[in-house]
């Protein structure tokens, strides 16, 4: 596991000093964490572009210009809705209102050792469990530890070359290898392979017209007559059971 992680706080030493209590967890652990640091919620803004940059931010909420909790509402509503929060703040009175944006924890100052322990035990043990994330190294080389709910579809490129496109909801990765090993490590029923070359994310078919299918995110897909036909099949025994609920 991979984890990308972000650390906001307008005092750098104390953004230093939880980065060093981090690294420690991830060597202990065997865990691959990088870091960033930045010092506003702007520049966190600027480099978060699209879904999965980070795994995880740790934001401290009282700083100059846009406050951390204005900063992970506007990441979570216009960028990625999944990501993992934690706030650390000096100030507890902040936690009431912190939950607005449903972090994962509220962390008071000075933070301790056993604090990171226990937190980042339950997240590893959360994102283990419920399958939601996998790592992908690009083909630059670079790995990335991404959502699975953050993927509308994956299509082969180029079968001889076994080169892939991971078309995420604001982004696309490219890699290598096969759609029956991406099945594998996916290892979810809300995913379909409606044909040799592409497997589908039912959960974020916004609608079917004739032979496009059209993604909550705007994209759009032609498919082959067999392969809408399977999509629409499943697509509407999703909704159905939806209804049930």
Same mark, same amino acid.
């Given at each position: 596991?991979?984890?990308?992680?972000?650390?906001?706080?307008?005092?750098?030493?104390?953004?230093?000093?939880?980065?060093?209590?981090?690294?420690?967890?991830?060597?202990?652990?065997?865990?691959?964490?990088?870091?960033?640091?930045?010092i506003d919620g702007n520049s966190?803004?600027?480099?978060?572009?699209?879904?999965?940059?980070?795994?995880?931010?740790?934001?401290?909420?009282?700083?100059?210009?846009?406050?951390?909790?204005?900063?992970?509402?506007?990441?979570?509503?216009?960028?990625?809705?999944?990501?993992?929060?934690?706030?650390?703040?000096?100030?507890?009175?902040?936690?009431?209102?912190?939950?607005?944006?449903?972090?994962?924890?509220?962390?008071?100052?000075?933070? +301790?050792?056993?604090?990171?322990?226990?937190?980042?035990?339950?997240?590893?043990?959360?994102?283990?469990?419920?399958?939601?994330?996998?790592?992908?190294?690009?083909?630059?080389?670079?790995?990335?530890?991404?959502?699975?709910?953050?993927?509308?579809?994956?299509?082969?490129?180029?079968?001889?070359?076994?080169?892939?496109?991971?078309?995420?909801?604001?982004?696309?990765?490219?890699?290598?290898?096969?759609?029956?090993?991406?099945?594998?490590?996916?290892?979810?029923? +809300?995913?379909?392979?409606?044909?040799?070359?592409?497997?589908?994310?039912?959960?974020?078919?916004?609608?079917?017209?004739?032979?496009?299918?059209?993604?909550?995110?705007?994209?759009?897909?032609?498919?082959?007559?067999?392969?809408?036909?399977?999509?629409?099949?499943?697509?509407?025994?999703?909704?159905?059971?939806?209804?049930?609920?």
């Amino acid at each position: 596991m991979n984890l990308s992680t972000a650390i906001c706080d307008d005092d750098r030493k104390d953004a230093e000093i939880l980065r060093d209590m981090l690294l420690k967890y991830s060597f202990t652990h065997d865990i691959d964490m990088s870091f960033d640091i930045f010092i506003d919620g702007n520049s966190l803004k600027s480099r978060y572009t699209s879904p999965g940059i980070y795994n995880i931010i740790f934001m401290d909420i009282e700083m100059p210009g846009t406050d951390g909790i204005t900063t992970i509402s506007d990441i979570r509503n216009n960028i990625d809705r999944n990501l993992t929060t934690v706030f650390v703040s000096s100030y507890p009175e902040y936690m009431c209102e912190s939950l607005t944006v449903h972090p994962y924890q509220f962390l008071q100052k000075p933070v +301790k050792p056993s604090d990171i322990e226990t937190l980042m035990n339950d997240i590893v043990t959360d994102m283990g469990n419920i399958g939601q994330h996998i790592s992908i190294t690009d083909n630059n080389g670079d790995e990335y530890t991404i959502y699975v709910d953050d993927i509308c579809y994956i299509e082969t490129v180029n079968s001889r070359t076994r080169d892939l496109a991971i078309h995420l909801f604001d982004d696309v990765l490219n890699t290598r290898g096969t759609l029956k090993k991406m099945e594998q490590k996916i290892d979810s029923d +809300k995913f379909i392979r409606c044909s040799r070359t592409l497997l589908v994310n039912l959960s974020h078919i916004h609608y079917i017209k004739n032979q496009t299918v059209y993604f909550d995110n705007r994209l759009a897909l032609d498919v082959s007559i067999r392969g809408r036909k399977l999509l629409r099949d499943m697509y509407e025994k999703i909704e159905i059971a939806a209804r049930r609920i």
